[in-house]
């Protein structure tokens, strides 16, 4: 099935009456001209096809006449955020996506990033863990630092919430904290301000944040090593609208048991329920908190996120969930990392 976008590809020999047809059939305002491996030959705008019939040109032409042979492009694993300051720093609006034999594998446009409010909330990121579970993958690198598809995993998680409008990150480390500092230094080479909540000792899921300086307006929190599609402008403006003090992001989670469970009364069997399958609600590792619950994280102290929950539960303090859909991945094990880099296509480059 074609997508969308691959209508606006041309071949060589076509003529700008081609080109006027791929433009208006994708409303994306560019024609791609590719080769019959789709590796680009060069583009021709709108604009480039009203400045060739002004000069002249007839709509059987060839459309590679006028065009740009040497168009701007980006990498098909560059991050949002750093896609969307390139189209401003050009003034363009759109970008072919190419891979790294120069093959056509998107267009992205200006569109793509409207209505994306830019957010003054913090996010942190819980980045400190040692991945024990994954073995010898951590034995000599972070575990938010792993490759999953051509990426770390913290590149990804940081972009996605860049490209949500998010610029004000700090990242809560300790295991092998200098490779994830190197990495993403203070965060200015894209558009971001990132700054680090150092770890002397495991804190656990919540205690470093008891590390910020006070807050006066409520932060994003998420793990890690959790890769997702969550909407978190969405779980954040919802948060202010219900005016509660922590939300709690959640989502549905199937296990099915691996054999016949037996209902039995009295020593009498009703039925067996051949490998039923269960339905949980579990925390997805993403929070949003308001100041008042940071002022209940003690100093210095391991303190996990259920803590946190109880203790304002205990309080009386409103602690509220919101449902996220889509794709959801805690990197705990081999099998999910390994899942992960099989999915890493399909979900975060379609």
Request: glycine share 10%; proline share 6%.
């Amino acid at each position: 099935m074609m997508r969308p976008w691959e209508q606006a590809l041309i071949g060589p020999g076509a003529n700008y009456r081609d080109a006027l047809k791929a433009i208006d059939a994708t409303g994306k305002g560019m024609a791609l001209i590719v080769d019959d491996d789709r590796r680009l030959l060069g583009v021709l705008s709108d604009g480039d096809l009203r400045r060739a019939l002004i000069r002249g040109a007839g709509l059987e032409d060839r459309a590679i006449e006028g065009a740009n042979r040497e168009p701007v492009c980006i990498d098909q694993h560059q991050d949002r955020a750093a896609t969307l300051t390139l189209l401003r720093a050009h003034s363009l609006r759109q970008l072919p996506v190419l891979d790294e034999d120069r093959r056509v594998v998107g267009l992205t446009t200006i569109s793509d990033f409207l209505n994306i409010p830019v957010r003054t909330n913090p996010v942190v990121i819980m980045a400190g863990g040692k991945g024990e579970r994954l073995a010898e993958l951590t034995r000599n690198t972070p575990k938010p630092m792993l490759k999953v598809g051509p990426r770390p995993i913290l590149d990804t998680i940081v972009g996605s919430l860049a490209a949500q409008g998010f610029r004000h990150f700090w990242l809560a480390v300790n295991y092998k904290a200098d490779q994830i500092e190197r990495h993403f230094g203070d965060g200015s080479h894209l558009g971001l301000r990132i700054g680090y909540l150092r770890e002397d000792k495991p804190l656990g899921t919540c205690g470093a944040l008891s590390l910020l300086p006070p807050q006066s307006e409520p932060l994003v929190v998420t793990n890690g090593d959790v890769l997702t599609q969550v909407d978190y402008g969405h779980v954040l403006d919802s948060h202010l609208e219900a005016g509660t003090t922590a939300t709690v992001v959640v989502r549905d989670y199937q296990m099915q048991v691996p054999f016949g469970v037996v209902n039995a009364e009295d020593g009498r069997i009703l039925r067996i329920d051949e490998k039923p399958t269960q339905s949980y609600t579990i925390s997805a590792g993403s929070y949003v908190l308001s100041p008042l619950a940071l002022g209940l994280i003690p100093a210095d102290t391991y303190y996990d996120m259920p803590s946190l929950v109880a203790d304002m539960i205990a309080k009386g303090i409103p602690v509220r969930q919101q449902r996220a859909e889509g794709y959801w991945m805690d990197i705990g094990r081999p099998p999910d990392y390994a899942q992960a880099n099989a999915d890493f296509g399909a979900v975060f480059e379609a």
